[in-house]
């Protein structure tokens, strides 16, 4: 028995850029089926263009702009027309009062726009202008660092070269071997550490300039509001520091 295939009809749709004679930064991409006609192709672009089916006239172009034909039987396909890929709908607008003219869709500054006086803002319960006024601190910039360097002042008085100390983060232990300003640094004081294992990051030496002596390798220098003075013994490296574990 001979065998009989299903035979389903190639896909004639075509891709083609739709353009407006009113709306100059207007494109979009449609893919249509050749059999569609020129009608129902109108009803398409009405949804996407805002032009009127009754106002629009349609132009077919090649990918170089230029005219090919004037799409005017509304019951023809679009087959009748000898579409290819990548060729222009260019949309007409006939209505001069239409709702594309004049730039109202593109220029924004065509459009009238609402303004509210500053004493009607001010009555608003809640505007940004409020909250901004919340959020920004009351002190200037410069009072703030003020501020910082007194408290760091007021930290490093408590602090003395020769104290033993403990390091945030990681509780590194050490002597204290500089207290003071370092304007190279950067602004407000500063505290030298010799670490007693090597979790520095140099020999006292930064930037060329020689704050204090140590091995390499166990020196830091940090501000103030990490150091805690106190008892620190160096830890024993063989201590076993769980004692509750066998």
Same mark, same amino acid.
């Given at each position: ?18 353009? /407006? ?31 009127? $089916?009754?106002?629009?006239? =349609? ?76 959020? @920004? ?17 007021? =930290?490093?008085?408590?602090?003395? @070269? ?13 002597? $204290? ?24 990051? /140099?020999?006292?030496? $930064? ?10 390798? /166990? ?9 805690? $003075? ?17």
């Amino acid at each position: 028995m001979a065998s009989s295939k299903l035979q389903l009809p190639a896909d004639d749709s075509v891709l083609l850029l739709i353009t /407006h004679s009113n709306l100059t930064t207007f494109a979009a991409d449609i893919r249509v089926s050749q059999q569609t006609t020129v009608e129902a192709l109108k009803d398409k672009l009405w949804r996407k263009t805002g032009t009127a $089916v009754a106002s629009m006239r =349609l132009q077919l172009r090649d990918d170089s702009g230029t005219k090919i034909a004037d799409l005017d039987d509304d019951a023809a396909p679009l087959a009748a027309y000898a579409p290819y890929n990548g060729y222009r709908i260019h949309v007409v607008d006939l209505d001069p009062s239409s709702l594309t003219s004049g730039g109202w869709l593109e220029d924004t500054s065509l459009v009238d726009k609402y303004t509210m006086s500053d004493e009607t803002y001010d009555k608003l319960d809640t505007n940004f202008r409020k909250f901004k006024e919340k959020m @920004v601190p009351k002190n200037s910039p410069s009072e703030d660092k003020e501020e910082s360097e007194k408290h760091m002042e007021e =930290l490093c008085s408590k602090i003395k @070269v020769g104290d033993r100390c403990e390091v945030e983060p990681g509780a590194k232990r050490g002597t $204290v071997k500089f207290v003071g300003r370092a304007e190279a640094l950067g602004r407000g004081f500063w505290v030298g550490v010799q670490y007693d294992e090597p979790l520095g990051k /140099h020999d006292g030496m $930064v930037k060329g300039i020689r704050f204090f002596e140590c091995p390499q390798g /166990h020196g830091a220098i940090v501000r103030p509001e990490k150091v805690k $003075v106190g008892d620190f013994p160096e830890r024993d490296p063989f201590e076993d520091e769980d004692d509750d574990e066998i």
